[in-house]
């Protein structure tokens, strides 16, 4: 049972245009999340995350929005560029395993082409 | 540098035949935890430790075993590998508080069992 979905599994997005990635899930009980991007051959890097109690936290070309009716969350990157091609997972944790459990999607591989 | 350290980061081993994966962190970090890759399924955790001699199962432990007797060092366990098992894995550390959840990898551990 995926609790947390990345139903696209590619995207491909011009440079200088914006990239949005999508994430859905399942468990009410998750309210904290986070995005993380991988290159290949390199371990995942935490890029940015956000509360349930917000529905937006940006951060630079990052932005990402939180809509807790809906289950749903989703990173804006703008404007794209070629170093962001890489492999961008949805994860979430809840208050009620201390946040010691973190649940991530399956990805979703963007591709910024010049 | 702060890093998270595995070893070996590729191996290939027959069924059966015990190995370890070594974990080592530099940041002084309470909590560490396994996860491994596998395509279509993104990642998932195998165990978690909060603490020294504190460990938990995480989604998929089955045929893992994990210890913490230094705050440092998290190794993964296979007592008997089965091909089921070849993946890429990744350890993974995080200082407190704990709801930041980010996480910091390793480069990963890919394992292939014959």
Redesign the interface.
């Known amino acids: 049972d995926q609790q ?1 979905k ?1 139903n696209s599994p590619s995207l491909s997005v011009q440079e200088g245009r914006i990239s949005i990635l999508n994430c859905d899930y399942t468990n009410s009980m998750f309210d ?1 999340f ?1 995005w ?1 991007k991988k290159y290949p ?6 890029l940015i ?1 956000i ?1 349930s109690i917000k529905d937006k936290n940006e951060d630079g070309r990052f932005t990402v929005f939180l809509n807790k009716s809906a289950k749903h969350l989703s990173l804006h990157i703008v404007p794209s560029q070629p170093g962001d091609s890489a492999v961008y ?1 949805c ?1 979430a ?1 809840a ?1 009620n395993t ?10 979703t591989r963007l591709l910024v082409s010049p | 540098e702060a890093q998270v350290t595995q070893n070996p980061r590729y191996l290939i081993t027959v069924t059966g035949k015990k190995l370890t994966v070594t974990c080592s962190q530099n940041m002084n970090h309470e909590y560490m935890s396994w996860y491994r890759q596998d395509p279509g399924l993104g990642l998932r955790q195998i165990y978690y430790s909060m603490n020294v001699e504190v460990t938990d199962k995480g989604d998929v432990p089955e045929g893992y075993k994990v210890s913490r007797k230094e705050k440092r060092n998290f190794p993964l366990i296979l007592e008997s590998p089965s091909p089921n098992q070849t993946s890429l894995y990744f350890c993974a550390s995080r200082g407190q508080p704990a709801n930041t959840g980010e996480l910091f990898f390793g480069e990963g551990s890919r394992l292939t069992v014959l």
Do not use: D, H
Not at chain 1, 98 to 107: C, D, I, N, R, Y
């Open positions: 947390v990345q904290y986070l993380y051959a390199e371990g995942p890097t935490f995350s509360s997972f994860a944790s208050r201390g946040f010691q459990k973190l649940v991530f999607g399956t990805g």
